[in-house]
């Protein structure tokens, strides 16, 4: 006696009833989730593969990586000036890492594969922006960093990456006498720019968006680098005298001619228009802030002490006295000063 075989039970098939040329109808199969056509002549197998091809699809990927990073509570801490940054890089590393498995990282054969590939779009990437470069690589490992502290990952296959871009503006400080041009000579906004840096350190954002309620008549609030927390300092006489003279127009301390907010790119043009007109090259904005911590140290400020007015770290406020005052030599001045010094009171006693 022939036993005919069970008819396959397959679940997740939609038959589609398609009427022909001739007038006859016939039933297509299709594999409900993935939309494959299915041959019934080779049932099982087309089947199996769309079922394989589903699990790939459900399958986390580098794309689910950065999703944990962006809408966890450490990317909410950061400052908004950091989170602006992050939302073209991950544009940028989805578009080609996104479908890679996250199952990669957690073999180390496919981890070190990944590495070398991300290395080498570094260098490719770097042939037209080493800046832009380093800020994409920076961030992918950041998502990394943060998968495998999670343990989300068991393998983070680039802890470290040779930067291509260097920045060395040791040497640009505006000198008192060109800052002073400047306030004379730029546009009133502009000035108050100038006046708030030079006597804040602040950034250029923090500068654009200064309200009146941040300065109490004695003293400013500006934000610590450190841990992006909102800080009073005393306000200097210059910097006391100027707001106090200024009109309260509105919200905010520095309005455009049309009592708008500054925006970036606006704020970036009449500054450079303004920085052009009293012929200071390639000096930016930001060099203000590297010119205040340096007049700090040239007045006897310690790094502490410097970290502490301007809310820097003190190891930042150090690399800044090591890379400024190296360069221009204060140090060195200061300490023959000292050592002619010493040398007069023993040569007395």
């Given amino acids: 006696m022939r036993v005919r075989p069970k008819p396959l039970k397959l679940k997740g098939i939609n038959r589609v009833p398609k009427r022909q040329a001739d007038g006859t109808v016939k039933i297509y199969l299709y594999h409900r989730a993935t939309g494959i056509r299915l041959d019934p002549d080779r049932l099982a197998e087309t089947y199996a593969e769309a079922e394989k091809r589903t699990r790939r699809k459900s399958e986390k990927t580098f794309t689910d990586l950065i999703r944990l990073f962006d809408t966890s509570s450490t990317y909410a801490a950061l400052s908004e000036e950091s989170r602006k940054q992050y939302p073209w890089k991950f544009k940028r590393i989805e578009q080609k890492w996104g479908t890679v498995p996250e199952d990669t990282f957690n073999n180390p054969d496919d981890a070190d594969a990944f590495a070398a590939d991300a290395l080498a779009w570094h260098q490719e ?64 906004a502009m000035a108050t720019a100038m006046i708030l840096v030079r006597n804040t ?19 400013v609030q500006i934000r610590s680098s450190k841990t992006g927390k909102m800080l009073w300092i005393p306000a200097t006489r210059e910097l006391k005298a100027h707001l106090d003279a200024l009109p309260r127009d509105g919200a905010l301390v520095m309005l455009t001619t049309t009592g708008k907010a500054y925006r970036k790119r606006y704020f970036n043009d009449h500054w450079r228009e303004d920085s052009d007109a009293v012929g200071a090259g390639d000096l930016n904005f930001h060099d203000n802030r590297g010119t205040a911590a340096t007049l700090l140290a040239e007045a006897g400020a310690t790094a502490p002490e410097i970290a502490e007015a301007l809310t820097w770290t003190v190891d930042k406020a150090q690399r800044v006295i090591d890379a400024y005052l190296a360069r221009r030599g204060v140090l060195a001045a200061n300490a023959y000063a000292k050592l002619e010094d010493y040398r007069d009171r023993a040569a007395i006693s």
């Fill in 125 to 188: 990437l770097g042939k037209t922006s080493r800046r832009s470069a380093d800020n994409l690589m920076s961030a992918l490992c950041r998502v990394l960093s943060f998968a495998k502290e999670q343990r989300r990952i068991k393998h983070h296959p680039i802890p470290t990456f040779h930067r291509l871009y260097k920045s060395d503006r040791a040497d640009k400080t505006w000198s008192e006498e060109l800052q002073q041009q400047f306030i004379r000579t730029a546009r009133p």
């Fill in 201 to 219: 350190a602040m950034r250029a954002s923090d500068v654009r968006k200064f309200a009146w309620t941040r300065y109490d008549g004695q003293r």
